[in-house]
């Protein structure tokens, strides 16, 4: 299957910082991209879909300012947490979809990513 | 988006077949079924999709009745590896449009 990364795997900060994450489709073009989050036994939650060359949209209540997403190429989403705190530690999984015809026959797959571990001190 | 429900938790036994199933009484005519399985900090990884009867794979089989209400994710001879989360997903993939949301998971756990 197709492969997506991510970057870091983890990353520690301090409260007040921002933190980018990066999301690369490694062996296909993607314009479209997910960022999920996910607590500690609890399942993912969709944050935002990124589109290649447009903004991002945000499901409810999640803040579009604090998370920012950048789409800039078919390979590559970016996701920066601004002002980090506490309690937006949590591990962000980005998905990439990979769409198109072989012949006849049509596929829409999500690949995910490895998942990132934000821990905010 | 069709709602899923999955049972939160199942424990199996090495080597015996585990059974987990899906209800999606909203399931549009365009959705599919897909099935991922999670380990502890990993991203999902995808394991079957399928729209309607019976989809295997070398892995799963994935087992759609008629009206396509529910399905059955099944796992021959589960091993201790097999323990993970594992969710069921119904989406539109034919526009292109499904943006997959994640229910609760039903968390497996092979006893030895």
């Known amino acids: 299957g197709a492969v997506v990364s991510q970057h870091p795997s983890w990353v520690i900060c301090k409260s007040g910082t921002s933190v980018k994450i990066e999301c690369r489709s490694l062996?296909?073009?993607?314009?479209?991209m997910f960022w999920y989050r996910q607590f500690p036994k609890q399942s993912l939650m969709l944050m935002a879909t990124s589109n290649e060359g447009s903004k991002a949209t945000y499901e409810q209540g999640v803040e579009k300012d604090k998370f920012l997403i950048n789409h800039a190429s078919l390979t590559l989403s970016t996701l920066t947490v601004t002002s980090a705190h506490p309690e937006d530690s949590s591990f962000y999984i980005c998905?990439?979809?990979?769409?198109?015809?072989?012949?006849?026959?049509?596929?829409?797959?999500?690949?995910f990513g490895p998942g990132t571990r934000l821990t905010v001190l | 988006l069709a709602k899923t429900t999955q049972p939160i938790s199942m424990d199996s036994y090495e080597g015996q077949e585990v059974n987990i199933t899906c209800s999606h009484n909203?399931?549009?005519?365009?959705?599919?079924i897909t099935w991922y399985q999670q380990f502890p900090s990993q991203g999902p990884r995808f394991i079957i999709q399928?729209?309607?009867t019976k989809v295997t794979n070398e892995v799963a089989s994935l087992f759609i009745p008629a009206d396509r209400k529910s399905s059955t994710l099944s796992l021959p001879r589960v091993s201790l590896s097999d323990t993970a989360v594992y969710y069921c997903?119904?989406?539109?993939?034919?526009?292109?449009?499904?943006?997959?949301?994640f229910g609760t998971g039903t968390r497996l756990t092979v006893i030895p």
């Open positions: 062996d296909f073009q993607a314009t479209t």
């Open positions: 399928g729209y309607k």
């Open positions: 909203n399931i549009a005519t365009n959705d599919y």
């Open positions: 998905s990439a979809r990979h769409a198109g015809l072989a012949g006849d026959l049509e596929y829409n797959e999500q690949f």
């Open positions: 997903l119904v989406g539109d993939i034919l526009t292109g449009a499904n943006n997959l949301f």
